[in-house]
């Protein structure tokens, strides 16, 4: 999963919206000066990225697109998914995007004394640049993978995910919308806080 789907299971606790946005950039040694609940965070990033790397639905996304976008398909369907979250987001969340997405912003912005020094501008820039309206348009996904291919040793495989995506697209929404209940159902259970802002998925296995 992205930033998006990442920060809508974290719920309404800023600590842990930090540690789960930070997880992927930040190092042991930056670890070690982080407060328990930002760790809390970091620790239930990871927790997420283990379901999710072992559904089934997540591993069939991720071989429909396989043959072009080899090494970088887990990649490409990790921001995918998180543009079908935003075409589902009333299925599964109890708050809207825009008041998910102010929340986390000022958050992030008061409390940005806590995050590691080098880190600090890449808060600034999601806050500054709005990263999680991104995931509403095609044109912002579109944004997101050309990003990613600046960072790519295979820039031009990023550069062409975008249509591979959308020509698979009825396939992907199908393995989503498997996955995401599933993925609910989970974090309910690990959560150290709860979650309001999730719906709760379990009458889908009644």
Same mark, same amino acid.
């Given at each position: 999963m992205n930033y998006l789907a990442h920060l809508l299971l974290s719920g309404p606790h800023g600590s842990l919206a930090i @540690? !789960?946005? #930070?997880?992927?950039m930040i190092t042991p040694a930056q670890?070690?000066?982080l407060p328990d609940s930002i760790l809390a965070g970091i620790q239930l990033h990871r927790e997420i990225d283990m379901f999710t790397d072992s559904h089934d639905a997540v591993r069939s996304s991720t071989a429909r697109i396989r043959s072009n976008q080899r090494k970088y398909a887990p990649v490409s369907i990790d921001i995918y998914y998180d543009f079908l979250l935003v075409r589902n987001w009333e299925r599964y969340a109890t708050i809207t995007l825009d008041e998910m997405a102010d929340y986390i912003y000022s958050h992030l912005d008061e409390h940005s004394e806590v995050v590691p020094e080098p880190l600090q501008r890449r808060v600034q820039s999601m806050i500054e640049h709005q990263w999680l309206s991104t995931y509403r348009t095609?044109? @912002?996904i579109g944004d997101v993978f050309r990003r990613m291919a600046n960072r790519a040793s295979r820039p031009e495989i990023m550069l062409s995910a975008l249509d591979h995506l959308l020509a698979h697209d009825a396939g992907l929404l199908e393995d989503f919308n498997l996955f995401f209940p599933d993925m609910i159902d989970h974090v309910l259970a690990i959560h150290p806080f709860g979650n =309001?802002? #999730?719906i #709760?998925? !379990? =009458?889908r296995k009644a």
């Open positions: @540690g !789960n946005f #930070l997880a992927d670890s070690a000066t095609v044109d @912002g =309001e802002w #999730l #709760l998925q !379990n =009458e």
